[in-house]
């Protein structure tokens, strides 16, 4: 495909509270590494994240949120997981930590997600992919104790019920000529 320009998500920016408890929290739960810390121009602090090498940062936190906003300055932050192993441990890990307030698992249909929101309460949601697709938005809870297999048996059952399903790669190749089509 030939693009006049070349768009990819490079990293997400919070404005929070305290930075220490942020970086605490997202180094040793969710094993981020610090890649750079400074100073903002207003002397506040900005802390930048990785877990990938290729990426000096994923996620950044700069200080200045205002204490009286209670809700995210960012809607969310998805982080792709590497299995649904993962995916369980986390959501255990998680039960133990002091994040404001645990959303649950769902399933999209084309994911698997835990969600919650974080200690100063922005928004994550920890996902897998799964090799379906079905017309979102699609949102349906799901067990996320149960053992693999029946995970998986149950989150494809009720892909395969939805209107619209289809397999992940049937979509991707749909998607694929859409965005050939609109490079033209």
Not at 41 to 47: P, Q, T
Not at 108 to 121: C, K, M, Q, R, T
Not at 140 to 162: F, G, K, M, N
Not at 172 to 179: G, P, S, V
């Amino acid at each position: 495909m030939t693009y006049s320009f070349s768009l990819t998500l490079s990293h997400v920016g919070y404005f929070v509270t305290d930075v220490d408890k942020m970086v605490d929290f997202y180094t040793r739960v969710l094993k981020f590494v610090e890649s750079d810390r400074g100073s903002r121009e207003d002397n506040g602090a900005i802390v930048f994240l990785t877990r990938d090498p290729k990426e000096h940062h994923q996620l950044v936190f700069a200080s200045g949120r205002p204490e009286k906003i209670d809700f995210s300055i960012v809607n969310q932050i998805s982080l792709r997981v590497d299995s649904l192993k993962t995916l369980r441990d986390l959501f255990f890990t998680l039960q133990k930590e002091p994040i404001q307030k645990m959303l649950g698992a769902i399933t999209h249909g084309n994911a698997i997600s835990v969600y919650f929101l974080d200690p100063e309460g922005n928004r994550v949601e920890l996902l897998i992919d799964t090799p379906w697709y079905v017309p979102q938005p699609h949102r349906h809870s799901i067990d996320i104790t149960l053992p693999d297999d029946q995970i998986w048996a149950y989150v494809e059952a009720h892909c395969r019920s939805t209107p619209g399903f289809t397999l992940a790669e049937t979509w991707r190749a749909e998607i694929t000529q859409k965005i050939k089509a609109a490079t033209l």
